[in-house]
């Protein structure tokens, strides 16, 4: 079994950046990593996703501002996220899957306000 454990959410106003991080509790070999987020009162969606052969994509929402990232020997998985807007106010998860089994996090929030 592997936990997930988001951190770095926040209140940040308009057009600054947080950086979310998910630490694992123990090295695993994932095919793929990826960060969704849910917004008040809609449902989750994927935000950017890096597989195990290091493709990334992103949702077009949020590309040229969020960045995917993984450092393997911090079991950890990032998501850069500047120039935010109101609307990437929301629950971010982490998500990692390694053939049937996924994994997610708790979840961090994310309040974009000025």
């Known amino acids: 079994q592997v936990q997930l454990v988001e951190s770095g959410g926040g209140l940040v106003q308009p057009g600054g950046s947080l950086r979310l991080s998910c630490a694992a509790s123990?090295?695993?070999?994932?095919?793929?990593y990826a960060w969704y987020r849910q917004p008040p009162g809609k449902q989750r969606e994927l935000v950017a996703h890096?597989?195990?052969?290091?493709?990334?994509d992103y949702a077009d929402s949020v590309k040229g501002r969020f960045t995917i990232s993984r450092n393997n020997s911090k079991k950890t998985l990032y998501l850069q996220m500047n120039s935010l807007k109101p609307e990437d106010t929301a629950v971010y998860y982490c998500y990692a899957a390694s053939g049937p089994l996924t994994y997610w996090g708790q979840g961090t929030e994310v309040t974009v306000s000025s």
């Open positions: 123990r090295m695993m070999i994932f095919s793929v």
């Open positions: 890096i597989t195990g052969g290091g493709s990334i």
